[in-house]
């Protein structure tokens, strides 16, 4: 059998609009992977939480609220600290570009802004997953 | 991604201070689901019966709260101190073999709580409401020391009664309003049922919709030493929780003090299902690297014959040339 890539899609913080989120859990379920989705305000604790017991092989998080610097440094670290900083990580969203340098700096290994198409995230995803 | 290793055993799944290296867990659990085969070896060194482990399914229509009464009933035997584990199964995509696994939604209460441990599962092209893994992954969770797993299946329909023979106790949730869905039930979801909840019991048609289950219960040909009880709850303000997990109480009771024999029955049938898996598995690996078959099967299915003539053929084939 073939070994399916699993990816969790979270929204950090507090920002209430998830349609980006679910548009790309819909595209990369029609890739054929399995989306974990864990929905609006998630702690940063909670979401390495739930990657490690789904053991997705991505995570990709939504943020449109301006608290990236904070929010996504924060879960790849917790994911070091967990053993799991092998989980490839992303994040999408309204993200000023100058921002990005310091991200990809914290462990988040790539940015997608409004714009992106789902098949530059798609394919994104299948070159760096382990495996 | 997995190395399996030939030495694999359940202290394996524990850190050295004792607790539960959920990351190693969840990593066999993956390959339980992408290569079964390959998990068996490493699943018969670390299976052992746990005879106390709770197990329960809860299945029912789309949209009736099954995920929002899982949550409640993790934090019910959560005070209780019970390690709790969910299965929680949702469709896959049968042209992509995608699926959006949104059930934990609910739960995200217990997401940090180190003594909860949930996984979505996709049914990966399963029938009947499971997915091919779930059995192997339930016995897993209750073999690593886990007190109550809950298993929440596809909440697709008529189909889904696989559940009934996985767990020790079926909770079949409805809801007010569904209509003429109960009459739907009536032929097969019915029969699964230990335990029936109906949820938003708040919502107008509750009343009529408990009488019209104890009707068709009394309807019931068989007689039966368990009648299951009718049970309201409104899941999302926790109303109700109490007098279900009672009825789960007595149920388990039942099953273990005065009917023991109804529990092995349920075992039973878990052995006859891992025999058939392992019958088709087999099958399927044999006729895979047989270079017999796989000429006939080109020739057959190029000619367009008659599919009857074409199995009928297939299973000469299968005594005489294949040797089996």
Known sequence: MEEKIRVLIAKPGLDGHDRGAKFIAQALRDAGMEVIYTGLRQTPASIVATAIQEDVDAIGLSILSGAHNTLLPRVAQLLKEKGAEDILLFGGGVIPAEDIPYLKEHGIKEVFTPGASSSEIIEFIRTHVRR | MYAASATMNKDDFFLPHGKLNIRRLARF???IEDNPEEAQADLAQVYCENHQALLLGITGPPGVGKSTLTDRLIAHYRSLDKKVAVIAVDASSPFTGGAILGDRIRMSSHATDAEVFIRSMGSRGNLGGLAPATMDVMNLLTSVGFDVVLIESVGVGQTEVDIMHLVD??????????GDDVQALKAGMMEIADIFVINKADKPGAQQLQSEIAMLLSLRQERLAWTPPIVETVATEARGIEALTAAIAQHSEYLNSRHAEEKQRKRDHRFQRMVQQKILTL???????????????REASAAAVNPYAAMRDFENHIKLKWEV
Do not use: E, K
């Open chain 2, 29 to 31: 659990i993956s390959l």
């Open chain 2, 169 to 178: 106790t079926v909770l079949l949730v409805l809801m007010p309003g569904l």
């Open chain 2, 283 to 297: 099958a399927l690996h044999f006729l895979q690297d047989n270079q017999a078959y796989q000429q006939w099967a």
